[in-house]
């Protein structure tokens, strides 16, 4: 949460969490071989597309989160952040 506050303070605007802390039985979590990084509480998905998307992302990055992934195609756009620490890590990737 703290790393969170500190990015949209970064930001200067609100983020829209789309997606938070996640239980293991979730639909998404339980399609997995092995549960997310929601399911640790060190996840969020973030609702941003275009311009604001990259200013997330950038941001993201300058402030060390270890996850970053990357949905701008379609319905339901985002940026997932989290701060996992397992490897490979950091990481970033594209859905």
Same mark, same amino acid.
């Not at 997995?32 to 998307?53: M, P, Q, Y």
């Not at 989160?65 to 990481?91: C, E, L, S, W, Y």
């Given at each position: 949460?703290? $790393? ?9 605007? %609100? ?9 293991? $039985? ?6 997995? $071989? ?15 597309? /275009? ?6 992302? !950038?941001?993201?990055?300058?402030? /060390?989160? !270890?996850?970053? /992934?990357?949905?701008? $195609? ?12 397992? %490897? %490979? ?7």
């Amino acid at each position: 949460m703290e $790393k969170l506050q500190e990015l949209r303070t970064l930001y200067g605007k %609100p983020l829209r969490i789309t997606s938070g802390y996640r239980c293991p $039985k979730h639909p998404i979590e339980a399609a997995k $071989k092995t549960s997310g990084a929601h399911t640790t509480g060190l996840a969020a998905d973030i609702g941003v597309d /275009g311009r604001a998307a990259h200013e997330v992302l !950038t941001l993201a990055a300058k402030l /060390g989160f !270890t996850g970053i /992934g990357v949905q701008q $195609k379609g319905t339901g756009r985002f940026i997932h952040v989290d701060m996992v620490q397992a %490897p %490979p890590r950091p990481n970033v990737w594209s859905y």
